[in-house]
């Protein structure tokens, strides 16, 4: 194919595979690209994703990753806030912080249709973390430390409230939540059968009298809240943790270095207790045994990176205690996305992994009692 003329696109706008063509390339990326070969990666409930290699003008990377929405428009409709915050998140707020993140090339979005496109850097070779495998101590404290890039920039800051879909949950949404978790309780145990330990059903259903309390409390920490950062999120560097099980000083940067750990999939953003994505991560991420040789060195290190981004009136024993308290983050993010989500084979491994892991977690941490005296 001959070379096309980069120019302004006839729509920014793409929401089909087929529209990717290398004019509309061209015109996207702002140089020319001769030629496209498109394959789609992974398999998002709320969208789809394709990486696109191209035979392009040097100046344009080899590769790029273009997500689109989901095809059926009724669908889209029904997350156009999900949508609008992710590229919300890559053109307003990650320039204000420091949490890894892939570059963005290309993002337009209609907020009446939910249509949009976004074509961000592709960051092969980097290993796409496996939540039902698991992730080794190493990769749980590089994924901590890159967490500390997005809460401690803007911890408590009070101007993140003006930017449009970024909230911190009230009264009603507390009822609500709680509304809905019993009957999604019920689906996921029974759309789950022996793939859960009875200890987990048990505190389960000792979550339920306390997910209303829980999502007011600690209200007086506040910060950007990933939503669902988990290993199938995050990008590792190659060479990270080896089978050894080694801290990740082999990585590119050392183990708290830049690029080691990449994180994606900004929908679920929202303002909240920071430490709940802390203890999503680590709760979901480790095998039992493994957290509870490791979690304090990994909450301590997502400290220390929190003070080196000018978090200053937050000791270690608070880290703590938060990281305890969040553990119910586990739950309840699983509970929902299975319960009212596309059910897939490795879904229902997956969210089971993850259920299992954060109850014995939570049993471990005592983090109902504490819930109960907040």
């Given at each position: 194919?001959?070379?096309?003329?980069?120019?302004?696109?006839?729509?920014?706008?793409?929401?089909?595979?087929?529209?990717?063509?290398?004019?509309?390339?061209?015109?996207?990326?702002?140089?020319?690209?001769?030629?496209?070969?498109?394959?789609?990666?992974?398999?998002?409930?709320?969208?789809?994703?394709?990486?696109?290699?191209?035979?392009?003008?040097?100046?344009?990377?080899?590769?790029?990753?273009?997500?689109?929405?989901?095809?059926?428009?009724?669908?889209?409709?029904?997350?156009?806030?999900?949508?609008?915050?992710?590229?919300?998140?890559?053109?307003?707020?990650?320039?204000?912080?420091?949490?890894?993140?892939?570059?963005?090339?290309?993002?337009?979005?209609?907020?009446?249709?939910?249509?949009?496109?976004?074509?961000?850097?592709?960051?092969?070779?980097?290993?796409?973390?496996?939540?039902?495998?698991?992730?080794?101590?190493?990769?749980?404290?590089?994924?901590?430390?890159?967490?500390?890039?997005?809460?401690?920039?803007?911890?408590?800051?009070?101007?993140?409230?003006?930017?449009?879909?970024?909230?911190?949950?009230?009264?009603?949404?507390?009822?609500?939540?709680?509304?809905?978790?019993?009957?999604?309780?019920?689906?996921?145990?029974?759309?789950?059968?022996?793939?859960?330990?009875?200890?987990?059903?048990?505190?389960?259903?000792?979550?339920?009298?306390?997910?209303?309390?829980?999502?007011?409390?600690?209200?007086?920490?506040?910060?950007?809240?990933?939503?669902?950062?988990?290993?199938?999120?995050?990008?590792?560097?190659?060479?990270?943790?080896?089978?050894?099980?080694?801290?990740?000083?082999?990585?590119?940067?050392?183990?708290?270095?830049?690029?080691?750990?990449?994180?994606?999939?900004?929908?679920?953003?929202?303002?909240?207790?920071?430490a709940r994505d802390l203890a999503y991560l680590v709760?979901?991420?480790?095998?039992?045994?493994?957290?509870?040789?490791?979690?304090?060195?990994?909450?301590?290190?997502?400290?220390?990176?929190?003070?080196?981004?000018?978090?200053?009136?937050?000791?270690?024993?608070?880290?703590?205690?938060?990281?305890?308290?969040?553990?119910?983050?586990?739950?309840?993010?699983?509970?929902?996305?299975?319960?009212?989500?596309?059910?897939?084979?490795?879904?229902?491994?997956?969210?089971?992994?993850?259920?299992?892991?954060?109850?014995?977690?939570?049993?471990?941490?005592?983090?109902?009692?504490?819930?109960?005296?907040?």
């Open positions: 194919m001959s070379a096309t003329t980069p120019a302004t696109p006839p729509s920014p706008i793409v929401t089909e595979p087929e529209e990717l063509t290398a004019a509309w390339l061209s015109a996207a990326l702002g140089a020319p690209v001769h030629g496209v070969e498109r394959e789609q990666v992974g398999t998002g409930q709320m969208g789809t994703c394709y990486r696109l290699r191209l035979d392009a003008d040097p100046a344009l990377p080899r590769t790029v990753l273009v997500k689109l929405p989901a095809a059926d428009p009724a669908s889209r409709a029904l997350v156009i806030g999900a949508y609008a915050i992710e590229l919300r998140f890559y053109r307003e707020i990650a320039p204000t912080v420091a949490v890894a993140v892939p570059s963005v090339h290309h993002q337009a979005i209609d907020l009446e249709t939910g249509a949009f496109t976004l074509v961000m850097q592709d960051l092969a070779p980097a290993v796409q973390g496996d939540q039902i495998a698991g992730c080794t101590p190493g990769q749980a404290r590089a994924a901590a430390v890159n967490l500390a890039g997005l809460h401690g920039p803007r911890w408590c800051d009070d101007s993140l409230s003006d930017i449009e879909g970024l909230t911190i949950q009230g009264p009603e949404d507390a009822a609500l939540l709680a509304e809905f978790y019993g009957p999604a309780l019920e689906i996921f145990v029974d759309g789950l059968g022996d793939l859960l330990e009875p200890a987990t059903v048990e505190t389960l259903r000792q979550t339920l009298d306390l997910a209303e309390r829980w999502t007011l409390a600690r209200g007086e920490r506040f910060g950007l809240v990933h939503g669902d950062y988990r290993l199938d999120n995050l990008m590792f560097a190659p060479g990270l943790d080896g089978p050894d099980g080694s801290d990740g000083s082999d990585g590119p940067d050392g183990p708290d270095g830049p690029g080691v750990v990449t994180a994606l999939d900004w929908q679920t953003l929202s303002l909240g207790l920071p709760g979901t991420g480790l095998e039992v045994a493994d957290r509870r040789a490791h979690e304090e060195a990994v909450v301590a290190a997502y400290h220390s990176a929190l003070a080196s981004h000018g978090v200053g009136d937050y000791d270690r024993a608070s880290a703590w205690e938060d990281y305890r308290f969040a553990m119910m983050q586990g739950p309840l993010v699983s509970v929902f996305g299975c319960a009212y989500g596309a059910r897939t084979e490795r879904g229902d491994l997956m969210f089971a992994a993850m259920v299992n892991r954060s109850c014995a977690a939570i049993r471990d941490l005592d983090t109902l009692a504490l819930v109960a005296s907040s």
